[in-house]
């Protein structure tokens, strides 16, 4: 079942701490040169205030699916989400997770060189050394079997994965995995969603990544639907 979380033993890291922190809603798993769970769960707590309030004052902001308005007065997670949900075209709300998970990163990183955040599946992270992302692709025969390779001089970067057929989120398509690639997680998330979105059958794959290469900011695109799969941009792939 999906609340396995079986991606979350995608990344190998023995070189790295890792645990886990929740609250709430959100669920991360985190990769640091130490424990940060302290720092970690504070860090949570602080920007899910700052969602939350906004979401009382601004209701809309958690309901609609189309891009709102910039506010100025907003706190940075939320012009950002905001700002994201405008170049991908889908409601802010797309982007929370990655959202999330690059902040909590940025403020791990004050205490750590080394930082990967992972929260559903959204992943941000600031590393030295090469890693692999593996994809996890819920019933597809290719799920599992490949991995995006992510060199140092890349990071900070942002992967994120939407889904059609595995998790929670909300997608309109049916791919097994969308995974988006943007300096800004809160952007790969967005964009995953807008991607997916358009991605119902094997033969919507070149019409995903053209969809993808729209979105001003995005540096990579692969589509996983079935046994078929598209990449486009600076993805370098490797088989698991």
């Excluded at 929670?168 to 809160?186: D, E, I, Y």
């Amino acid at each position: 079942m999906y609340e396995k979380r079986i991606y979350r033993n995608l990344v190998k890291t023995d070189d790295l701490v890792k645990f886990e922190v929740i609250v709430k809603e959100t669920d991360l798993l985190v990769r640091a040169e130490r424990d940060l769970s302290k720092e970690t769960r504070d860090s949570v707590l602080k920007y899910r205030h700052q969602l939350e309030t906004y979401i009382v004052m601004n209701p809309e902001f958690q309901k609609s699916q189309l891009p709102l308005k910039g506010d100025p007065y907003a706190p940075d997670i939320v012009r950002e989400m905001i700002r994201t949900s405008q170049l991908a075209q889908v409601g802010p709300m797309a982007a929370v997770a990655g959202a999330m998970a690059e902040w909590v990163s940025k403020d791990l990183l004050r205490v750590s060189k080394e930082v990967i955040v992972e929260n559903g599946g959204d992943i941000y992270l600031a590393t030295s050394r090469s890693r692999i992302i593996g994809i996890y692709a819920g019933d597809s025969p290719l799920s599992l079997k490949i991995g995006i390779v992510i060199e140092p001089e890349k990071t900070p970067l942002g992967i994120c994965t939407s889904s059609g057929t595995v998790g929670p989120s909300l997608s309109f398509g049916k791919a097994n995995a969308v995974c988006m690639l943007a300096k800004s997680c809160a952007l790969a998330d967005a964009a995953a969603t807008a991607v997916g979105n358009v991605v119902k059958e094997k033969k919507d794959i070149e019409s995903g990544l053209e969809r993808g290469k729209e979105i001003t900011g995005v540096l990579g695109t692969l589509i996983i639907i079935g046994e078929k799969m598209g990449v486009w941009g600076n993805v370098k792939l490797i088989q698991l």
